[in-house]
C-alpha cells in the first residue's frame, strides 16, 4: 500500500453535464464523486479487496457552495474518515481548479454486503488495510 499523498482525481466540466441553467447538474456530482473514489481506492491498490467486501453507497450527505461551469476543472479530493466494521466514511471535496474555490462537499457512507445484498462485516483483511491507511494519511 503506498503511503505517498492520494492525488486529487480532475474532471473537465462538459456540455453535457450541464443542466438548463448552465451549471452542473446535481445527479452528475455523484458520478463525479464516484469516479474519485474509484481512483482514491485504486490509488491504494484496494480495488481487489474491495471486489470481495461488495461495497454500496448507504448514505451520501453532499452540500453545494457554488455552481460549476462550462470548461472549468474540477478536483476532488477524497479522504477517509472513519473505518467501522460495518461501514466506511469518507469526505470529499469539489474545488474548482484555477481559483480553488469549493462548489460542493460530500459525505459518503459504503457499507459492504453480501451476495444476498444484506449488510455485513468487513472482511479483516480488508478492515486492517483500510484502518492502517486512516491511522498513516
Known sequence: MQKQPTPDFAV?????????????NNARYLEFLEAARWHFFEHYQLLGS???AQLVVARADIRYRRAAKLDEILNIRSRLQSVQSRQ????????EQAAGSICATAEIT???TNADGKMCRLPDALHTLLTHLLETS
Open 50 to 52: 474491495l471486489r470481495q
Open 12 to 24: 473537465r466540466v462538459l456540455n453535457y453535464h450541464l443542466d438548463g441553467y448552465g451549471h452542473v
Open 110 to 112: 459504503l457499507v459492504p
Open 88 to 95: 466506511i466514511i469518507l469526505t470529499q471535496q469539489v474545488a
